[in-house]
């Protein structure tokens, strides 16, 4: 069967109590999932129009179970506060369909999806291959999500939503470690500002990549070790002028190994000798076994050259 909320001539929409939708609730106005205490399983289609939202600020528990799709068209998403989501065997589509601010995440499948998770929050079981999670910042708040020690098998990505804010995003992990691995993404946005940091030790085996663009750099902080290990690790950072680079800052010691991966951004061109410490750590061993992008098209500088310090790795333009 179908739920359909509709616009209409005014009046709030809203559902209460437990809902199990194995059909489709189109969502087309505004609409509030009222459930206190309640669970709303998806076990069917939620499609949500354009410039609206399923909002669900009161709700106990929110499963995306098998066969479930939560479709936002455009800008449209499923906004959650509170109580928890479960992303299971279902999946979602869209730009950004599902924004979850201060509550319980926990992975139980393998479903292809989108999420954004905000706030004072927590994270159970691991993104896998096909899944992205967002850690995002608002102008309003900053994020920290506490975790377990974690394997990320998707993208896993630290940035701002998209409202020009700058506060900070934190992973939590009590001293744990994050895996990021092989096949796997950890993206660090620069977007609009604030910190990023991972309370924890970092061993990447996939790619990770530390991003910039002209209007400024943005340095990872993990305050425990950091590792490249696997066959084949990638460690990408991008260079968009002299100030506005990608760096990694590590509390402990560094380990480096893999591929070092330059990104480019036009029209900044280095002048000889100039340097880009990219990252820090308190002892660094190890080197990339291949650097790749490093050559400067057109320029004095050919190439950045990295230079390995006992507690540093810094990129060097020489001609």
């Given at each position: 069967g179908s739920l359909t909320s509709e616009p209409g001539k005014g009046g709030g929409r809203s559902v209460e109590g437990n809902l199990t939708n194995t059909g489709t609730l189109a969502v087309n106005t505004n609409t509030e999932y009222n459930g206190a205490g309640a669970t709303l399983t998806n076990e069917g289609t939620i499609v949500i129009a354009n410039e609206k939202a399923l909002t669900a600020p009161a709700a106990d528990k929110v499963i995306n179970a098998a066969a479930g799709n939560i479709e936002g068209l455009g800008s449209g998403k499923l906004s959650q506060r509170t109580g928890s989501f479960e992303q299971?065997?279902?999946k979602t589509t869209g730009t950004l369909p599902v924004v979850l601010d201060d509550l319980a995440l926990s992975y139980a499948g393998t479903g292809a999806s989108t999420i954004a998770l905000r706030g004072t929050s927590t994270l159970s079981g691991r993104p896998s291959a096909g899944q992205t999670l967002s850690l995002q910042s608002t102008s309003s708040e900053n994020t920290s999500v506490s975790a377990a020690s974690f394997t990320n098998g998707g993208k896993l990505v630290l940035t701002n939503a998209a409202d020009g804010d700058a506060n900070s995003v934190a992973l939590a992990l009590a001293g744990g470690t994050l895996t990021n691995a092989k096949g796997a993404k950890l993206l660090v946005e620069h977007a609009n500002g604030g910190s990023r940091t991972i309370e924890g030790s970092l061993v990447n085996e996939g790619t990770g990549a530390v991003t910039a663009t002209a209007a400024g750099g943005q340095t990872l902080r993990v305050t425990g070790s950091f590792k490249?290990?696997?066959?084949?690790?990638?460690?990408?950072t991008t260079v968009a002028g002299a100030s506005a680079f990608g760096a990694l800052q590590v509390t402990g010691a560094a380990t480096l190994a893999g591929e070092l991966k330059l990104v480019q951004v036009k029209p900044f061109v280095p002048t000889v000798g100039e340097k880009f410490v990219i990252l820090t750590g308190s002892a660094v061993s190890g080197t990339?076994?291949?650097?790749?992008?490093?050559?400067?098209?057109?320029?004095?500088?050919?190439?950045?050259?990295?230079?390995?310090?006992?507690?540093?790795?810094?990129?060097?333009a020489q001609a």
């Open positions: 299971a065997a279902g490249q290990a696997g066959k084949k690790p990638i460690l990408e990339f076994k291949k650097v790749k992008g490093n050559k400067i098209k057109k320029a004095p500088a050919k190439l950045y050259a990295p230079i390995y310090g006992a507690s540093s790795l810094t990129l060097e």
